[in-house]
């Protein structure tokens, strides 16, 4: 087992008062396994990857167990986090120049990551190494002109580049534990396949553990084993990738299903789920998606369901299948 989370709680301080965006989290993740985490903006997929990481902003307050290599991440001092950040689990932010430091150059940060990586293996790299390390990364990713990058601080980058770069320094730590926040969104569409194609690489081939968060299905489908849908911070459907497109259980999964666009025809018009997701502040009664969903009956605006197994690894919440 890589990584195993128990009843994760995250909540944030704000002037209204606290707000519990992500309850009753779980996940199980063995070695090399990818994982996508999808749902609509604001359903608390960042959240949960900064919870992982440990790297929520000082307003956020996590409890419940991450235990990582038998490690519960959440008893870990911040001395004790940072020796095992980067190397056992990295974080690519949704907003790449998180990952970076402002006032530092690409090649000082990559070599530094080049260090890190050999002094956690135990051993010593001579500086030509590291160069040739840190230009073997960049090229990997698709950046032209490695010799010119490394000489620029990142905001001298385009998006795109920063998040490159960013996936460049994943590709010399080589953690144990990749945690990817749409880590394509600022990419073109080519550039974004070969992004994709990288990390599915890295998760293959050096048997990363992969958590991918995305808002997009068709792409979860490509890169990762399995697909968890959440739903305001809720999980609503877990099942292999093939198993959640092909039978999609949970009502919210059938509608983000039919929202993703299949053919080319002119004229046709795009389904969409009715209404928006619910405020965290004033979350409905029963099901929390009760109030959108065109199944709903009697108790699923009384109660919540539990996260049901329906099979051997596919669970649903859904009082439909409880
Ligand atoms: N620092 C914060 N303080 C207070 N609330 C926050 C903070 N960060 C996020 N939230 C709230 O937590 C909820 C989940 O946000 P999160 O960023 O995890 O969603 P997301 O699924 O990543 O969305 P997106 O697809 O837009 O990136 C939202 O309601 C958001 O407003
Ligand atoms: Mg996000």
Known sequence: MLLEIKNLKVSYKTVNGKTTVLNNFELNMDRG???????????GKSTLGGAIARLLPPSGEESGEIILNDQNLLSLTEEQMTKIRGT??????????????????VGFQLSEAAQIKAQRNGTSVAP????KIVVD???????????????????????????RVVIAMALILRPKLLIADEPTTALDVTIQAQVINLLKALNKEYGMGIIFITHDLSLAYVISKKIIVMYAGTIMELN?????????????????LKSVPTDY????RLFYIKGSPPSFFNLPKGCRYSPRCD????????????LID???????RCWLFE
């Open 295 to 306: 199944k709903a009956f009697g108790k699923c605006h009384e109660f919540e369901p539990s």
């Open 137 to 163: 990364a960049l090229k990997s990713v698709r950046l032209p002109d490695p010799d010119q990058i490394v000489k620029r601080y990142p905001h001298e980058l385009s998006g795109g580049q920063v998040q």
């Open 128 to 131: 030509e190494e590291i160069n």
């Open 265 to 268: 025809k002119t004229n046709t």
């Open 240 to 256: 292999e990738s093939s198993d959640l497109i092909k039978h999609p259980d949970h009502p919210y999964t059938i509608g983000l």
């Open 88 to 105: 056992e689990v990295f974080m690519i932010f949704q907003n790449p120049l998180n990952s970076l430091n402002p006032v530092k150059t």
């Open 310 to 316: 329906v099979s051997n690894g596919h669970k649903v």
């Open 33 to 43: 396994d990818s994982i996508a985490i999808v749902g609509e903006s604001g359903s």
